[in-house]
């Protein structure tokens, strides 16, 4: 069983950064992947926003290519998105999830999310 909390949600303003953590129970070795999703207000769908896999391997969805970098520490088992040139439209709820079932396509381990609300 792995725990996942994140951190580092807040208001900023448009162009401005804020990096996200995802804290993990165990080590970050235990799991195949960890992902950051988001989810923007008005029942938007989810929307898968980076991944990282077991052997760093990275992946970014169209809208935040260029602007968001995830990264893991693994000393610290956490899991950092930084977040730059923010976007009124990156205004969500931030989650991080861990462990992909590749079979089925679903995350094993999913934490509560942090908010990011971005001023104009």
């Known amino acids: 069983q792995v725990q996942l909390v994140e951190s580092g949600g807040g208001l900023v303003q448009a162009g401005g950064s804020l990096r996200l953590a995802c804290a993990a129970s165990?080590?970050?070795?235990?799991?195949?992947?960890i992902a950051w999703y988001r989810q923007a207000p008005g029942g938007k769908q989810r929307e898968l926003v980076a991944?990282?896999?077991?052997?760093?391997?990275?992946d970014y969805s169209d809208s935040v290519k260029g602007r968001f970098t995830i990264a893991r520490d693994n000393a610290k088992n956490t899991v950092y998105l930084e977040m730059s040139s923010l976007k009124v439209e990156d205004t969500a709820v931030y989650s991080c999830a861990a462990d992909l079932d590749q079979r089925t396509r679903t995350w094993a381990y999913w934490g509560r999310g942090t908010q990011v609300t971005v001023s104009s």
């Open positions: 165990a080590s970050i070795f235990s799991v195949n992947a």
């Open positions: 991944t990282i896999t077991l052997r760093g391997n990275t």
